[in-house]
């Protein structure tokens, strides 16, 4: 399974939404506190992009050193239509301060020194300790995640559905009268996981491991053609 600074830093190099919580802004509505580009640093650090005239970059221009201290909430959802389709949530905390130069016209540049960091998804609740962040790598598949997830739900229900028959006695009701309904509700380089529907309840998850990590689509073309023909014999 990856590891938790993995997935935590698997969704700040996502599209999911953030929200950057700082002292005394906590009053202004939640679209005025996300910034709109993230990326990791070197060391860890978290450079996150915002209008130049956000309250949240008044706030680290005018703060004395590195006192102002936030948190980056950032939510995962599910890009699938699927009940309960909140998959995590991970908060990064530290040190605010802003960055003149890195960004174009009309911008600013905030770093977020790391702190401290936890995740709480589909795999568990964990703490994150910096290094582990700093020498982390995201999922090769982010960034394709979502697109992947909605084609194996629009063009390919029925293959997974037929995943069922690799879960023994399990998947038997998937199989009966009125089958379950088989949604695609996450993806990595490790494994699919699938989530089994009746009406508008979730039954349960099952996970299907790939034979061996993929790092690229054409490997995860492979791995999921080898998970589809075994559920076929």
Known sequence: MPSAAERTRTLVQSTCSSVLLVPGLTALHPVRLMPDSRTVGPEGDLFLGF???????????HAQGDDLTAVLEITDVAPVSVPHRIRGRARIGGWLTSVPGLAGPGRMTLRLEFGEA?????WGAEPVEPEDFRDAAADPLVAHEAELLQHLHAAHGERLAALSTLLGERGAGVRAPSPLRAVPV???RFGLRVRFVEGRTAR???RFEFPDPVRDIGELRRAMHTLFEAAAR
């Open 51 to 61: 209008p130049a005239d956000s309250p949240v970059v008044r706030a680290a221009t």
């Open 118 to 122: 936890s995740v709480d998804d589909l």
């Open 186 to 188: 996450a993806l990595d």
């Open 204 to 206: 349960f998850d099952a």
